[in-house]
């Protein structure tokens, strides 16, 4: 059985890089348990319907994933729990980093004689601190769902999975239909979830209108910005409709 994790000292504050070597243990976890369990990274990527490309990024640490993703792995590996409660220690370390960094921003504010923003929600806020820019969509579109699915690098099936939704449902979002507010506050979720890197492609993917997305019929004009809009840009005036 893998050790448990070792807890960091967070006395002084959390850092970027306590996020990043607490996922890089973590992946370290994933990857003994995989190996007891006598599987390669495709066999249990075969296992739990994710890339094999995902796996090994999970392993060294470049991608938290998703808890889906953690629930699904415990238990082809047999864990008995064990991954699942390391991958929520470590989300609890982002939540508190976030927290600690929404804190010294609202003292900033204080000290410059500025009242301090209402929250806004959803806050999609990098985990990591890469700078990528936090992202709010307001409506999910055709548009918005095929950029996350391209975005995690995952085929209809696999992104299918990944929602716990069906391929027929994330085929009609993609093709014709916006989803409903209950599917929307899932699509939420699961960029909340995403790493900065997906976060960062998600939003490349939207803003290129010279490449627009294949299969994101909602008809709007090239030029037009998507609705996912950084919270930097909230207080643009924005073109009438």
């Not at 607490?22 to 739990?48: F, N, P, S, T, Y």
């Not at 959803?122 to 307001?138: D, W």
């Not at 960062?200 to 294949?214: G, H, K, Q, S, V």
């Not at 299969?215 to 207080?235: K, L, M, Q, S």
């Amino acid at each position: 059985m893998a050790p448990v994790p070792r807890r960091f000292d967070t006395a002084g504050g959390i850092t970027p890089t306590d996020i990043a070597e607490a996922r890089k243990e973590l992946g370290r976890h994933l990857a003994q348990w995989r190996a007891a369990a006598g599987l390669r990274q495709v066999d249990l990527a075969k296992l739990i319907r994710y890339s094999r490309s995902q796996i090994a990024n999970v392993e060294i640490g470049r991608d938290h994933t998703t808890r889906v993703f953690w629930h699904n792995a415990d238990a082809a590996l047999d864990a008995r729990g064990a991954l699942l409660a390391m991958s929520d220690q470590v989300q609890a370390l982002v939540k508190d980093f976030q927290a600690q960094r929404d804190h010294a921003r609202d003292q900033r504010r204080q000290q410059a004689g500025t009242p301090s923003a209402p929250p806004i929600s959803p806050v999609l806020a990098c985990p990591a601190a890469c700078g990528c820019g936090p992202t709010v969509v307001g409506r999910w579109t055709t548009r918005e769902v095929r950029a996350l699915r391209e975005a995690l690098r995952m085929s209809l099936r696999a992104f299918s999975e990944h929602l716990d939704i069906t391929i027929a449902a994330v085929s009609r979002w993609e093709l014709r239909s916006t989803p409903a507010l209950d599917e929307q506050s899932v699509l939420d979720q699961a960029l909340t979830a995403a790493d900065s890197h997906v976060k960062a492609r998600f939003w490349l993917l939207l803003d290129n209108t010279e490449d627009p997305i294949p299969g994101a019929h909602d008809h709007r004009p090239a030029t037009r910005r998507p609705t996912a809009t950084p919270i930097h840009h909230a207080n643009r005036i924005r073109p009438a409709s």
